[in-house]
């Protein structure tokens, strides 16, 4: 099973600030790395997939880079909305997701 | 885009059987990709099982042999049929829907299972 760890568990930032999400794969997965949002009561969004494609209706602020074992999901500018948590998950191999990273407001 | 209503969960004992639905609206059911991934409470996602156009189907180890997805495209519906439950399948099944296997493109809003005696 491929593993998937993001860092950190929590960030804690003001609205307006650049947020920075870390996922590190167990080993490469070819690119098939893919980030979600999930609020409080809510299924997940797709944000990105395959790295660096946004899903349809994402604002650019959010955008995934990455190669081999290290992803990184980067918001420009949080937006109010923007605080939730944040799952990695790769579809290379079975899928498996990271544990989440919470963003919440400073 | 796609929207996916899930039914049929709730609350059963330990080595009992419940079986989920997925209902999709829209007209390109029959090439999807349909999975289920649950959340137990306060935990995070586990993907569960796929079930690809052609009926091809993968499972997780952990429900393998004791869970089966399949899917009815005449009416735009997959299943999920959970035998031998145990405490630990606890949790909110996602219905999700995708044009590209182990993606979740469109997700349902979940439906809970609790298994406790």
């Known amino acids: 099973e491929v593993v998937l760890t993001q860092s950190p568990a929590t960030l804690s930032l003001f609205p307006g600030e650049r947020a920075t999400l870390s996922c590190r794969a167990s080993?490469?997965?070819?690119?098939?790395l893919v980030w979600y949002q999930q609020k409080p009561g809510q299924a997940p969004r797709l944000l990105i997939y395959?790295?660096?494609n946004r899903a349809t209706g994402i604002p650019p602020r959010f955008s995934g880079s990455g190669s081999g074992t290290d992803f990184t999901l980067t918001i420009s500018s949080l937006e109010p909305e923007d605080f939730a948590v944040y799952y990695c998950?790769?579809?290379?191999?079975?899928?498996?997701f990271g544990q989440g990273t919470k963003v919440d407001i400073k | 885009e796609v929207q996916l209503v899930e039914s049929g969960g709730g609350l059963i004992q330990p080595g009992g059987s419940l079986r989920l639905s997925c209902a999709a609206s829209?007209?390109?059911?029959?090439?999807?990709?349909i999975s289920w991934v649950r959340q137990a409470p306060g935990k995070g996602l586990e993907w569960v099982t796929i079930?690809?156009?052609?009926?091809?189907?993968f499972y997780a180890d952990a429900v393998k042999g004791r869970f089966t997805i399949s899917r009815d495209n005449s009416k735009n519906r997959v299943f999920l049929q959970m035998d031998a439950l145990r405490v630990d399948d606890t949790a909110l099944y996602f219905c999700?829907?995708?044009?590209?296997?182990?993606?979740?493109?469109?997700w349902g809003q979940g439906t809970p299972v609790s298994v406790s005696s």
């Open positions: 080993q490469s997965v070819n690119g098939y």
């Open positions: 395959e790295t660096s």
């Open positions: 998950q790769q579809g290379y191999y079975w899928p498996t």
């Open positions: 829209g007209n390109s059911f029959n090439i999807l990709f």
């Open positions: 999700v829907g995708s044009d590209m296997p182990n993606r979740g493109d469109f």
């Open positions: 079930i690809y156009p052609d009926d091809r189907t």
